[in-house]
């Protein structure tokens, strides 16, 4: 993609994921790397949304816009077709991203010294987020079993039952492990949390991203009939590729949760609309279900692709869902830190290093697989030789 140039400017559409600068600083090189580390997809976007980006950039005026309560609904008949999730009786809060989200709620729900639950390996944002708020990160790790990652019940219940933990942020799929929480699971969190007063920001921004046979339940739902407190988070950002245009929402049947994180938006004013993100959020969740199954099936077969192509040193843990694939490279005998220069100078595969998602991630590596099957191929092709070569 030819990186656009405002007139008189500097360039603006540098991707972060194959910018030269960023991938030097993280992997020691940019040259010929495959960028397979940034959660985006990476293929061509669903036309809807493109077509839809482009009529509203053609209408030549990005003023204030309103959100028609219409925008809303198309989430909800998406939540409803692909999850048999309601939103009534929900309050339905827009944010301009998760991290906003997170952040706001930390300050919201919480106070300064209080122990915010973390699961790691986990999403990279979420222990930033805690610690630039003055809370303190709480670690229950996921416990990794023969059939894969498993939310230490017990671990959750001792940390939990601390009188200044506050908080448990939930990641549900699990960036990056791919797990997709059962109903059961989710239930035994809740129950958890309830008796402890603990409460939930379920960050439900990969719900859409499911193989089969698993299938993504709301926290909302699994915990029904259990008092719990929660929020969670969603919106097309990682489903459809939305990530730069800023429109996610924040989901919660407390009206005080709800009311506190309104208040707080329009204090910092994080409510005003951005109009490509109104456009493209309507376009996808009405128009963009064939688009985004096609997605889901190409990540299947990427899926398999990449476990038959992987050398025997390196396997993979089972992808339940998110286009996510978490590599174990702990067979390759490789240092920590020596991983993400092994991984570009001398695999040319960037990946993001597990030691990123906690210290339980170390050895580990994340590739993202939304993204054409030749490409993943190629990569496993390079693992091969990069192995061989050791
Ligand atoms: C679990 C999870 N939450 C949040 C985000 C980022 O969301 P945002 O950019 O809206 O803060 C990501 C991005 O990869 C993610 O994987």
């Not at 708020?133 to 001792?158: H, M």
């Not at 245009?245 to 005003?272: I, K, M, P, Y």
């Not at 299947?300 to 396997?315: D, F, G, W, Y």
């Amino acid at each position: 993609m030819a990186t656009p140039r405002t007139a008189d400017g500097p360039e603006v559409g540098r991707r972060q994921g194959s910018d030269p600068a960023t991938l030097q600083r993280h992997f020691g090189t940019s040259e010929g790397v495959l960028p397979l580390w940034i959660a985006e997809p990476d293929v061509d976007l669903a036309p809807e949304v493109t077509a839809a980006l482009r009529a509203r950039a053609g209408t030549g005026w990005y003023g204030y816009e309103t959100r028609p309560d219409a925008v809303l609904e198309s989430f909800w008949a998406w939540a409803a077709a692909r999850h048999g999730w309601s939103g009534e009786g929900l309050r339905t809060l827009v944010s301009p991203s998760v991290g906003t989200s997170v952040g706001v709620l930390i300050e919201q729900m919480t106070s300064p010294g209080d122990g915010e639950i973390l699961q790691p390996p986990v999403f990279t944002d979420f222990k930033p987020l805690v610690t630039a708020a003055g809370r303190r990160p709480i670690r229950n790790a996921l416990v990794r079993t023969q059939a894969g990652y498993r939310i230490d019940l017990d671990g959750l219940a001792a940390v939990a039952a601390e009188p200044s933990t506050r908080m448990l942020i939930l990641c549900s799929p699990h960036n990056p492990v791919g797990r997709v929480w059962t109903s059961a699971e989710l239930r035994q969190v809740a129950e958890i949390c309830v008796e402890h007063d603990v409460f939930v920001l379920a960050d439900e921004i990969h719900a859409d991203i499911t193989l089969p046979p698993h299938r993504f339940v709301p926290f909302a739902v699994a915990a029904r009939g259990i008092d719990v407190a929660w929020a969670a988070t969603h919106g097309p950002i990682k489903s459809f590729g939305l990530a730069g245009v800023c429109d996610t929402l924040l989901v919660t049947d407390r009206a005080e949760v709800g009311d506190r994180f309104e208040t707080r938006s329009s204090q910092l004013h994080l409510t005003r609309n951005n109009v490509f993100g109104l456009a493209a959020f309507d376009a996808a969740y009405r128009h963009g279900g064939p688009w985004f199954d096609d997605l889901l099936a190409l990540v299947a077969r990427n899926v398999e692709l990449l476990r038959a192509a992987l050398p025997q040193q390196i396997t993979v843990a089972p992808v339940e869902g998110t286009y996510l694939a978490w590599l174990d490279l702990r067979g390759l005998g490789l240092e920590v830190r020596e991983i993400p220069g092994w991984l570009g100078s001398v695999a040319g595969v960037a990946m993001s290093p597990g030691h990123w998602f906690g210290r339980e991630g170390a050895g580990f590596a994340r590739m993202t697989l939304a993204t054409p099957s030749d490409t993943v191929a190629l990569a496993a092709e390079r693992l091969t030789a990069a192995v061989a070569r050791r």
